[in-house]
Every structure is written in structure tokens, then in C-alpha cells.
């Protein structure tokens, strides 16, 4: 990464979205590192190496990355952080950005997909329909028309690539 790549404006970007307020709090001591589960587990998610990349400027290389969708909300970081940052509301805060500006994981796009063309994560069928009418519930729709024209009217279609059965 070419010193032109960092953009010295990321990390005000981050402190202005909800949970991001408190980034220039963290000194970079490790301790949400020593305490993270998913740290033991994947060496890729690293709490403060990502606290330190945002500092530095790498908009590009944290938004885009997988590393930060890898957080387990346990709060282990958040609770031991000497200086209080709330690193999981940091994460969610970086997330949403990176949301924002059209990075989401693929196994996210295809839920978003499903429920949008659908209205749920799992196709209804006739064989389920016919288990409801049997439990005495109502047949649901295999689509819904107005979840799509909430994803329209929201912009939601547009991370999944916004035409329909579509996506990247």
C-alpha cells in the first residue's frame, strides 16, 4: 500500500456513525486482543490491528475486508478495555460503513436476496403450505411484492445488485 492509498479522513468517517465515538480512546495497549475468542480461533481477526489500520487510514483494505464481519459480539474486549472503547460498537460502526459504501459479505447478499424476492430466508412451498393449513395456519406467498418494493424504496436492492434473482 502506496503512502497516497491512506485516506487521513477514515477515522472521522468511523467516529461520526453510531458506536465509532470513542476509536481515538484505544492506545493500542492488545488487551481486547488477548481477551477476543475469535482471535484464538481465526489469527485474521485481531481487534487492534483493525483499530489501528482505521487510524492509519486504510479505508479501502478494512471496508472490503472479510476480517471484520468475524466479530462475535462476546463483549470480552469491551469489557477488559482500560481506556472503555467500545470495541464491539466500533466493529458495528465500521461494518455499517462498510455497508454504506457497498462492501457486504456474499453469504449476507444471498439472505438479503432471499428476502427480498421471498419476504423470508427459506422458500414456502406447497408441501409447507400444506403442513400450516394441517397446524391450522394460514398458506403463505412464495414472493412478496411489497418486501420488494421496500427494498426499492430503501436502496437495499441496490447491495445485492438490485435486479430481481440477480446480485454480483
Known amino acids: ?26 492506545f493500542a495497549c492488545g488487551t481486547c486482543t488477548a481477551s477476543c475468542p475469535v ?10 490491528r483493525i483499530i489501528r ?11 472490503s475486508s472479510q476480517f471484520i464481519w468475524l466479530c462475535s459480539t462476546c463483549y470480552a474486549c469491551q469489557e477488559r478495555c482500560p481506556q472503555d472503547v467500545r470495541i464491539t460498537e466500533l466493529m458495528s460502526a465500521i461494518k455499517n460503513l462498510a455497508v454504506k459504501e457497498g462492501h457486504l459479505p456474499a453469504a449476507y447478499k444471498m439472505q438479503l436476496e432471499l428476502i427480498r424476492n421471498m419476504g423470508r430466508l427459506y422458500e414456502i412451498d406447497e408441501f ?3 403442513k400450516r393449513s394441517k397446524a391450522g395456519l ?4 412464495s414472493t412478496n411484492e411489497d418486501v420488494k418494493k421496500i427494498f426499492v424504496m430503501t436502496g437495499a436492492d441496490r447491495l445485492i445488485g438490485g ?3 440477480g446480485g454480483e
Open 128 to 130: 409447507d403450505n400444506k
Open 138 to 141: 394460514p398458506e403463505l406467498e
Open 1 to 26: 500500500m502506496e503512502i497516497t492509498e491512506l485516506d487521513p479522513t477514515f477515522k472521522f468517517d468511523v467516529t461520526r456513525e453510531p458506536g465509532g465515538e470513542q476509536l481515538m480512546r484505544c
Open 163 to 165: 435486479e430481481e434473482g
Open 53 to 63: 489500520m482505521v487510524l492509519l487510514g486504510m479505508r479501502e483494505e478494512v471496508l
Open 39 to 48: 482471535r484464538e480461533i481465526d489469527e485474521k481477526f485481531n481487534p487492534r
